[in-house]
């Protein structure tokens, strides 16, 4: 529980948190849980989801930026 705790944590300070978990008992029992209950409030993901999103997010971002830089030289 420590873990799953430690891990919503730096969801909310990062706007994302990375976990692995292991197919031990214990890990099952807090997963089932905890993830109902955090799944009200989280969205959650597979790392190849994440970083597609992160990379349209950046290429969104760099389109608004080139857009800045365009208007700033009319």
Known sequence: AFQFKRWI??????????AIGHPHQNTIDVLAKELPLAAEKYRFST????????????????????????DSKN
């Open 9 to 18: 944590k730096k969801g909310d300070e990062n706007g994302y948190a990375i």
């Open 47 to 70: 790392l190849s989801q994440l970083i597609e999103t992160q990379q349209q997010e950046k290429k969104s971002w760099s389109t608004y930026l080139s857009h800045l830089q365009l």
